[in-house]
T-cell receptor, first 112, second 118 residues
Framework: GENVEQHPSTLSVQEGDSAVIKCTYS??????FPWYKQELGKGPQLIID?????GEKKDQRIAVTLNKTAKHFSLHITETQPEDSAVYFC???????????FGTGTSLTVIP | DVKVTQSSRYLVKRTGEKVFLECVQD?????MFWYRQDPGLGLRLIYF???????EKGDIPEGYSVSREKKERFSLILESASTNQTSMYLC?????????????????FGPGTRLTVL
């Protein structure tokens, strides 16, 4: 099955700095890569996603890049704010099995 | 807005009890999912369902069963709860148009149920 690895597991940045979270996947049948933000006491919420026919996608301060050859994708958050503090999960969807596989999460702390 | 609700936010049960976790979505989604979330392990799929009365095993189905009698409701059942089933349980739903190859759509998650088995 698919194996999604996520790094780092914890990340602390100063407010205003950038944060980068990286994920790798193993199954070339993965074709959709969402990123979720989970705040304390809440379920994960989609913040950005990218499909396998696209290399980069941006939404205001958040961007995702995908390198299909190397099988890795990254989340970039610029101008971080304290409200960005949360746990972030990456995921890969394997269309042959019709199933999502999740990374182990990154706890991001933005220090005011 | 899509809403996925779970019957309980916190639940405490004893070993051997039968436990029902309920999930309801209000957007007529075809697919529903049950995950468990554990520190350092991320989200792991227990079961999912494409349609009413349909179910598929995920990665960790042992010790669990599911029921989907109505499109909007997906239940997770622990037949005989054990301490290693203490976890956060997350329900999700998504809309995938039938017949579309390689189709995938956003998953919407509920707030989770934190289950403690003593």
């Amino acid at each position: 099955g698919e194996n999604v690895e996520q790094h780092p597991s914890t990340l602390s940045v100063q407010e205003g700095d950038s944060a980068v979270i990286k994920c790798t996947y193993s199954d070339s049948a993965s074709n959709y890569f969402p990123w979720y933000k989970q705040e304390l006491g809440k379920g994960p919420q989609l913040i950005i996603d990218i499909r396998s026919n696209v290399g980069e996608k941006k939404d205001q301060r958040i961007a995702v890049t995908l390198n299909k050859t190397a099988k890795h994708f990254s989340l970039h958050i610029t101008e971080t704010q304290p409200e960005d503090s949360a746990v972030y999960f990456c995921a890969a969807f394997v269309y042959t099995g019709n199933q999502f596989y999740f990374g182990t999460g990154t706890s991001l702390t933005v220090i005011p | 807005d899509v809403k996925v609700t779970q019957s309980s936010r916190y639940l405490v049960k004893r070993t051997g009890e039968k436990v029902f976790l309920e999930c309801v979505q209000d957007m007529d989604h075809e697919n529903m999912f049950w995950y468990r979330q554990d520190p350092g392990l991320g989200l792991r799929l227990i079961y999912f369902s494409y349609d009413v009365k349909m179910k598929e095993k995920g990665d960790i189905p042992e010790g669990y069963s599911v029921s989907r009698e109505k499109k909007e409701r997906f239940s997770l059942i622990l037949e005989s709860a054990s301490t290693n089933q203490t976890s956060m349980y997350l329900c999700a739903s998504s809309l995938i148009p039938s017949g579309r190859a390689m189709a995938v759509d956003e998953q919407f998650f509920g707030p989770g149920t934190r289950l403690t088995v003593l």
